[in-house]
Protein backbone atom coordinates (compact mmCIF):
# COMPACT_ATOMS: atom_id res chain seq x y z
CA UNK A 1 0.00 0.00 0.00
CA UNK A 2 0.67 3.32 -0.27
CA UNK A 3 1.70 3.84 3.38
CA UNK A 4 4.27 0.61 2.91
CA UNK A 5 1.90 -1.92 4.65
CA UNK A 6 2.58 -5.61 2.59
CA UNK A 7 -0.28 -8.26 2.61
CA UNK A 8 0.49 -11.87 1.51
CA UNK A 9 -2.47 -14.21 0.54
CA UNK A 10 -1.69 -18.15 0.57
CA UNK A 11 -3.78 -20.35 -1.77
CA UNK A 12 -5.32 -21.12 -4.96
CA UNK A 13 -8.50 -19.94 -5.40
CA UNK A 14 -9.53 -16.55 -4.53
CA UNK A 15 -13.26 -16.83 -4.10
CA UNK A 16 -12.99 -19.63 -2.04
CA UNK A 17 -12.70 -18.79 2.04
CA UNK A 18 -11.51 -22.69 2.32
CA UNK A 19 -8.61 -22.19 -0.13
CA UNK A 20 -7.71 -18.92 0.08
CA UNK A 21 -6.28 -16.86 3.16
CA UNK A 22 -4.17 -14.06 4.54
CA UNK A 23 -0.92 -15.34 5.59
CA UNK A 24 0.22 -12.26 7.21
CA UNK A 25 0.53 -8.01 6.76
CA UNK A 26 4.22 -6.54 7.20
CA UNK A 27 5.18 -3.37 7.20
CA UNK A 28 8.05 -1.72 5.24
CA UNK A 29 9.26 1.66 4.37
CA UNK A 30 6.63 3.52 2.18
CA UNK A 31 6.91 3.19 -1.57
CA UNK A 32 8.73 6.14 -3.67
CA UNK A 33 7.19 6.49 -6.99
CA UNK A 34 4.56 4.88 -8.81
CA UNK A 35 7.00 2.96 -10.56
CA UNK A 36 8.51 1.27 -7.63
CA UNK A 37 8.24 -2.37 -8.40
CA UNK A 38 10.75 -4.65 -10.87
CA UNK A 39 11.52 -8.22 -10.91
CA UNK A 40 14.83 -9.35 -10.29
CA UNK A 41 16.53 -12.36 -9.81
CA UNK A 42 13.70 -14.81 -8.29
CA UNK A 43 12.63 -11.81 -6.38
CA UNK A 44 10.83 -8.26 -6.67
CA UNK A 45 12.42 -4.76 -5.62
CA UNK A 46 10.87 -2.25 -3.85
CA UNK A 47 11.85 1.51 -4.05
CA UNK A 48 10.87 2.50 -0.32
CA UNK A 49 12.50 4.66 1.85
CA UNK A 50 14.53 1.95 3.72
CA UNK A 51 16.48 1.98 -0.19
CA UNK A 52 16.49 -0.58 -2.70
CA UNK A 53 14.52 -3.65 -1.26
CA UNK A 54 14.57 -7.10 -1.64
CA UNK A 55 11.02 -8.20 -0.58
CA UNK A 56 11.89 -11.55 0.45
CA UNK A 57 14.60 -10.07 2.73
CA UNK A 58 12.78 -7.38 3.99
CA UNK A 59 9.46 -9.69 4.84
CA UNK A 60 11.96 -11.39 7.50
CA UNK A 61 13.50 -8.57 8.28
CA UNK A 62 10.81 -5.95 8.73
CA UNK A 63 12.93 -3.39 9.01
CA UNK A 64 15.16 -3.99 11.81
CA UNK A 65 17.96 -5.05 9.76
CA UNK A 66 19.19 -2.29 7.57
CA UNK A 67 21.75 -4.19 5.94
CA UNK A 68 18.57 -6.05 3.97
CA UNK A 69 18.51 -3.54 1.46
CA UNK A 70 20.66 -3.45 -1.85
CA UNK A 71 21.50 0.38 -1.43
CA UNK A 72 22.86 -0.29 1.46
CA UNK A 73 26.28 0.90 0.90
CA UNK A 74 24.86 4.13 0.06
CA UNK A 75 22.07 4.74 2.56
CA UNK A 76 23.12 8.39 3.29
CA UNK A 77 22.75 9.35 -0.22
CA UNK A 78 19.49 7.29 -1.08
CA UNK A 79 17.50 8.57 1.84
CA UNK A 80 18.52 12.57 1.12
CA UNK A 81 17.58 11.97 -2.57
CA UNK A 82 13.88 10.17 -1.35
CA UNK A 83 13.57 13.59 1.18
CA UNK A 84 14.29 15.79 -1.44
CA UNK A 85 12.75 14.79 -4.45
CA UNK A 86 10.56 11.96 -3.13
CA UNK A 87 7.63 13.14 -4.63
CA UNK A 88 8.79 13.81 -7.65
CA UNK A 89 8.14 12.15 -11.11
CA UNK A 90 10.54 9.48 -12.86
CA UNK A 91 11.50 6.66 -10.08
CA UNK A 92 12.46 3.64 -11.47
CA UNK A 93 14.44 0.47 -11.38
CA UNK A 94 15.96 -1.01 -14.66
CA UNK A 95 17.83 -4.58 -14.37
CA UNK A 96 20.68 -4.27 -17.61
CA UNK A 97 21.50 -7.74 -17.45
CA UNK A 98 23.95 -7.70 -20.45
CA UNK A 99 26.62 -5.44 -18.45
CA UNK A 100 25.88 -6.43 -14.88
CA UNK A 101 23.57 -3.55 -13.68
CA UNK A 102 20.79 -2.33 -11.70
CA UNK A 103 19.94 1.33 -12.56
CA UNK A 104 17.93 3.42 -10.18
CA UNK A 105 16.20 6.45 -11.56
CA UNK A 106 16.89 9.43 -9.45
CA UNK A 107 14.63 12.65 -10.73
CA UNK A 108 16.22 15.36 -9.40
CA UNK A 109 13.58 17.87 -11.45
CA UNK A 110 10.41 16.32 -13.16
CA UNK A 111 11.80 16.31 -16.92
CA UNK A 112 15.33 17.33 -16.98
CA UNK A 113 18.54 16.61 -14.39
CA UNK A 114 18.07 13.32 -13.35
CA UNK A 115 20.51 11.05 -11.74
CA UNK A 116 21.19 7.50 -12.15
CA UNK A 117 22.15 5.40 -9.43
CA UNK A 118 24.01 2.39 -10.69
CA UNK A 119 25.08 -1.02 -8.79
CA UNK A 120 27.52 -4.05 -10.05
CA UNK A 121 25.24 -6.87 -9.75
CA UNK A 122 28.35 -8.88 -9.36
CA UNK A 123 30.04 -7.02 -6.66
CA UNK A 124 26.98 -4.92 -5.12
CA UNK A 125 28.78 -1.85 -5.29
CA UNK A 126 27.72 1.50 -6.43
CA UNK A 127 28.36 4.48 -8.96
CA UNK A 128 26.21 7.53 -10.12
CA UNK A 129 25.82 8.24 -13.50
CA UNK A 130 24.60 12.21 -15.00
CA UNK A 131 23.73 13.89 -18.04
CA UNK A 132 20.88 11.46 -18.70
CA UNK A 133 17.37 13.23 -18.75
CA UNK A 134 15.36 10.51 -18.14
CA UNK A 135 11.81 10.33 -17.29
CA UNK A 136 11.38 6.47 -17.84
CA UNK A 137 13.26 3.28 -19.36
CA UNK A 138 13.07 0.21 -21.19
CA UNK A 139 15.26 -2.83 -22.38
CA UNK A 140 14.73 -3.32 -26.03
CA UNK A 141 16.54 -6.07 -28.02
CA UNK A 142 18.97 -6.26 -24.60
CA UNK A 143 20.05 -2.69 -24.56
CA UNK A 144 18.35 -0.01 -21.98
CA UNK A 145 16.56 3.28 -23.54
CA UNK A 146 15.17 5.90 -21.92
CA UNK A 147 12.59 8.70 -22.23
CA UNK A 148 13.38 12.21 -21.60
CA UNK A 149 11.73 15.64 -22.14
CA UNK A 150 11.50 15.59 -26.48
CA UNK A 151 13.46 12.31 -27.37
CA UNK A 152 14.07 8.60 -26.64
CA UNK A 153 17.83 7.66 -26.19
CA UNK A 154 19.37 5.01 -26.22
CA UNK A 155 21.70 4.45 -23.19
CA UNK A 156 25.36 2.70 -22.77
CA UNK A 157 25.93 3.14 -26.30
CA UNK A 158 29.15 3.87 -28.24
CA UNK A 159 32.19 5.81 -26.56
CA UNK A 160 31.28 10.01 -26.15
CA UNK A 161 29.32 11.76 -24.53
CA UNK A 162 27.08 13.06 -27.54
CA UNK A 163 30.34 14.09 -29.17
CA UNK A 164 31.84 14.79 -26.16
CA UNK A 165 34.54 13.19 -23.38
CA UNK A 166 33.02 11.34 -21.24
CA UNK A 167 33.69 12.38 -18.01
CA UNK A 168 34.57 9.36 -14.87
CA UNK A 169 35.43 10.66 -11.23
CA UNK A 170 36.11 7.38 -8.67
CA UNK A 171 37.31 7.59 -5.10
CA UNK A 172 37.94 4.04 -3.82
CA UNK A 173 37.11 3.30 -0.25
CA UNK A 174 38.98 4.87 2.97
CA UNK A 175 41.67 2.32 4.17
CA UNK A 176 43.80 2.49 7.38
CA UNK A 177 46.48 -0.04 5.54
CA UNK A 178 46.88 -2.26 8.67
CA UNK A 179 47.13 -0.16 11.31
CA UNK A 180 44.49 2.92 12.81
CA UNK A 181 46.76 4.17 15.02
CA UNK A 182 49.82 5.10 13.11
CA UNK A 183 50.20 8.12 10.82
CA UNK A 184 51.32 7.82 7.30
CA UNK A 185 53.03 9.42 4.63
CA UNK A 186 51.76 8.22 0.93
CA UNK A 187 54.82 8.90 -1.54
CA UNK A 188 53.58 6.82 -4.84
CA UNK A 189 50.38 4.66 -6.47
CA UNK A 190 50.71 3.14 -9.89
CA UNK A 191 47.04 2.76 -11.22
CA UNK A 192 46.63 0.17 -13.77
CA UNK A 193 44.40 0.46 -16.73
CA UNK A 194 43.21 -1.22 -19.71
CA UNK A 195 43.01 1.34 -22.59
CA UNK A 196 42.25 1.14 -26.37
CA UNK A 197 43.61 4.94 -26.66
CA UNK A 198 45.44 7.21 -24.67
CA UNK A 199 42.70 8.80 -21.99
CA UNK A 200 42.90 12.18 -20.18
CA UNK A 201 44.19 10.87 -16.36
CA UNK A 202 44.04 12.94 -13.12
CA UNK A 203 44.42 11.21 -9.49
CA UNK A 204 46.26 11.63 -6.49
CA UNK A 205 45.53 9.93 -2.53
CA UNK A 206 42.74 11.37 -0.47
CA UNK A 207 43.36 11.49 3.02
CA UNK A 208 41.48 10.70 6.05
CA UNK A 209 37.96 10.89 4.66
CA UNK A 210 38.29 13.90 2.81
CA UNK A 211 36.79 14.30 -0.45
CA UNK A 212 38.05 17.51 -2.01
CA UNK A 213 39.33 17.39 -5.48
CA UNK A 214 43.44 17.06 -5.18
CA UNK A 215 44.52 15.38 -8.52
CA UNK A 216 47.00 16.20 -10.70
CA UNK A 217 48.00 15.27 -14.21
CA UNK A 218 49.30 11.46 -14.49
CA UNK A 219 51.78 9.96 -17.49
CA UNK A 220 49.75 8.16 -19.25
CA UNK A 221 52.26 6.72 -21.73
CA UNK A 222 51.89 3.35 -23.21
CA UNK A 223 53.28 1.27 -26.11
CA UNK A 224 51.45 1.86 -29.23
CA UNK A 225 49.51 -0.27 -31.48
CA UNK A 226 49.95 -1.01 -35.14
CA UNK A 227 46.90 0.10 -37.64
CA UNK A 228 44.81 -2.46 -39.37
CA UNK A 229 45.76 -2.48 -42.77
CA UNK A 230 48.48 -0.05 -42.70
CA UNK A 231 51.41 -2.25 -40.99
CA UNK A 232 53.21 -5.21 -42.42
CA UNK A 233 51.74 -8.12 -41.18
CA UNK A 234 54.20 -10.38 -39.03
CA UNK A 235 55.85 -7.53 -38.37
CA UNK A 236 54.12 -4.47 -37.14
CA UNK A 237 52.64 -5.27 -33.41
CA UNK A 238 48.73 -5.64 -33.26
CA UNK A 239 47.54 -4.33 -29.54
CA UNK A 240 43.63 -4.38 -29.16
CA UNK A 241 44.37 -2.82 -26.26
CA UNK A 242 46.93 -1.56 -24.05
CA UNK A 243 48.04 -1.35 -20.38
CA UNK A 244 49.19 1.96 -18.51
CA UNK A 245 50.78 0.85 -15.35
CA UNK A 246 53.26 4.03 -14.79
CA UNK A 247 54.18 4.75 -11.00
CA UNK A 248 53.10 8.46 -10.36
CA UNK A 249 54.40 10.77 -7.06
CA UNK A 250 51.29 11.44 -4.21
CA UNK A 251 51.08 13.54 -1.75
CA UNK A 252 49.39 12.92 1.45
CA UNK A 253 49.84 12.63 5.55
CA UNK A 254 47.41 11.03 7.32
CA UNK A 255 45.76 7.54 8.94
CA UNK A 256 43.92 6.31 6.18
CA UNK A 257 43.34 6.70 2.07
CA UNK A 258 41.72 6.34 -0.78
CA UNK A 259 43.19 6.64 -4.47
CA UNK A 260 41.46 9.08 -6.33
CA UNK A 261 41.18 8.95 -10.45
CA UNK A 262 39.55 10.81 -12.90
CA UNK A 263 39.14 9.90 -16.44
CA UNK A 264 38.10 12.23 -19.74
CA UNK A 265 38.06 9.67 -22.48
CA UNK A 266 36.69 9.76 -26.06
CA UNK A 267 36.04 7.00 -28.74
CA UNK A 268 38.53 5.20 -26.12
CA UNK A 269 37.13 2.08 -23.19
CA UNK A 270 39.13 2.75 -19.83
CA UNK A 271 39.07 -0.17 -17.45
CA UNK A 272 40.83 0.86 -14.02
CA UNK A 273 41.88 -2.55 -12.98
CA UNK A 274 43.87 -1.93 -10.45
CA UNK A 275 46.13 0.23 -7.69
CA UNK A 276 49.66 -0.48 -6.02
CA UNK A 277 50.70 2.44 -3.60
CA UNK A 278 54.01 3.24 -1.51
CA UNK A 279 53.73 4.76 1.78
CA UNK A 280 55.81 5.60 4.41
CA UNK A 281 55.19 4.31 8.13
CA UNK A 282 55.27 7.21 11.27
CA UNK A 283 54.66 6.97 14.37
CA UNK A 284 52.65 5.50 16.64
CA UNK A 285 50.01 7.58 18.39
Not at 24 to 52: M, N, T
Not at 84 to 103: A, S
Not at 255 to 271: D, H, L, S
Request: charged letters at 15%; proline letters at 4%.
Amino acid sequence: TSEGEVLVYRGTDPSSATTWALAGIWWLGSPVGRRCFVKYAGDVLLICEDGVVPLSGALQSSRVQPQVALSYKIQKSISEAVSNYGTTFGWQLLPFPRENMLILNVPVQSGQNQEQYVMNTITKSWCKFKGWSANCWELYGDSPYFGAGAYIGKAWDGTTDAGSAIQANALQSFNYFGNRAQLKRWTMMRPIFEVTNTPELRGNMNVDFDTSDTTAALSNSASAGSMWDSALWDSGTWVGSRILKNWQGVTGVGYCAAPRVKIAAMNNTVKWMSTDIVLEPGAIL
